[in-house]
């Protein structure tokens, strides 16, 4: 339906002005930008991604306590130590970390639509709840916690992703699978079904 009156073939809201201030009124632009993401749709991203990376976090631990199974590092030897370890991390942790990482990414924004503000927010919640966890380092006598100072919280960081080569699939695995989560979700997005509430 058209959106021009009988002003003369003008719009409807600039007839009106016109007609309110005596004819004369200023240049108006219509503008199909969007609206501005809402702040309670922001914050649940912000959550949505926090107890992600939580999950992620409670997933690692369960991994991390399956045992190896009898004579598996025998049979590699103690000169392979290092590779039976790391082929072990990558099936018992890397690969499990990795799926669940890439189908909560995926459901999460398949499902709810998290495009840029959104979806920045997902991951902003991510790197939150992961700065939790790398900003808290033992005190000396090992009964608290403590923040960690700059010094400490970079020595972790290289400890943790750039030290031992053979722990890499296992230490990048979760970022990996919710990036490519998040990538494959983006896809053909349009064609998955929503919550309208929170797109």
């Known amino acids: 339906m058209s959106n021009r009156t009988s002003h003369g073939g003008t719009s ?3 007839a009106l002005m016109r007609q309110s201030q005596g004819g004369e009124a200023p240049f108006i632009a219509w503008s199909h930008k969007k609206e501005p993401v809402p702040a309670i749709r922001f914050v649940f991203a912000l959550l949505l991604g926090y107890l992600v990376q939580e999950s992620l976090v409670f997933a690692a631990g369960v991994s991390a306590a399956i045992a190896t199974p009898a004579g598996y590092f025998e049979y590699f030897g103690r000169r392979n130590v290092e590779l039976a370890l790391g082929l072990w991390g990558v099936a ?3 690969m ?3 799926l669940l990482a890439l189908l909560q990414a995926w459901l999460a924004i398949r499902i709810f639509r998290l495009r840029r503000a959104l979806a920045f927010a997902f991951f902003l919640g991510v790197l939150l709840c992961w700065l939790r966890y790398m900003l808290e380092v033992p005190t000396p006598d090992l009964n608290t916690t ?3 100072s700059p010094q ?3 020595a972790l960081l290289c400890d943790i992703y750039l030290s031992n080569p053979w722990s890499l699939p296992s230490t990048w695995a979760p970022w990996l699978g919710l990036l490519t989560g998040a990538y494959l979700g983006g896809k053909n997005s349009n ?3 929503s919550y309208r509430n929170w797109a």
């Open 12 to 14: 409807r809201p600039l």
């Open 96 to 98: 499990p970390i990795f």
């Open 191 to 193: 064609a998955a079904p």
């Open 92 to 94: 018992s942790f890397a």
């Open 152 to 154: 400490q919280f970079w």
């Open 146 to 148: 403590q923040l960690a």
